[in-house]
């Protein structure tokens, strides 16, 4: 019943920017911290930015600090991914990922979306 619904990608220019959106539904959103995820070809996914659920607290990968932003409404069930001054390495699928941990620390729920193309290319 979860869902996750990735959409925004495409292929742009290196320089330029993309926002990449994730909307949520079948599960209570504003309980789960949301991470984006990314996977290029011939490589393992790695993790690139996540969020708390109150959207207070922000983590990045050392590789796209400073250029991308994650961000959340939890009126609209929906994370953000907004991405400047893209690079060629950056190209890969980008993957919304849901994650619920309870209070002994275990991670018991955990949501994937079908992912969505970025291509940075000139």
């Known amino acids: 019943q979860a869902q996750l619904a990735e959409s925004g990608g495409g292929l742009v220019q290196p320089g330029g920017s993309l926002r990449l959106s994730c909307a949520a539904s079948?599960?209570?959103?504003?309980?789960?911290?949301m991470r984006w995820y990314r996977q290029a070809p011939g490589k393992e996914r790695e993790m690139v930015a996540s969020?708390?659920?109150?959207?207070?607290?922000?983590n990045y990968a050392d590789s796209v600090k400073g250029r991308f932003t994650i961000s959340r409404d939890n009126a609209k069930n929906t994370v953000y991914l907004q991405m400047n001054s893209l690079k060629p390495e950056d190209t890969a699928v980008y993957y919304c990922?849901?994650?619920?941990?309870?209070?002994?620390?275990?991670?018991?729920?955990?949501?994937w979306g079908q992912g969505t193309q970025v291509t940075v290319s000139s």
């Open positions: 079948g599960f209570t959103f504003s309980m789960f911290a």
């Open positions: 969020i708390a659920s109150t959207g207070g607290t922000t």
């Open positions: 990922n849901a994650a619920y941990r309870n209070i002994w620390g275990q991670e018991t729920s955990n949501y």
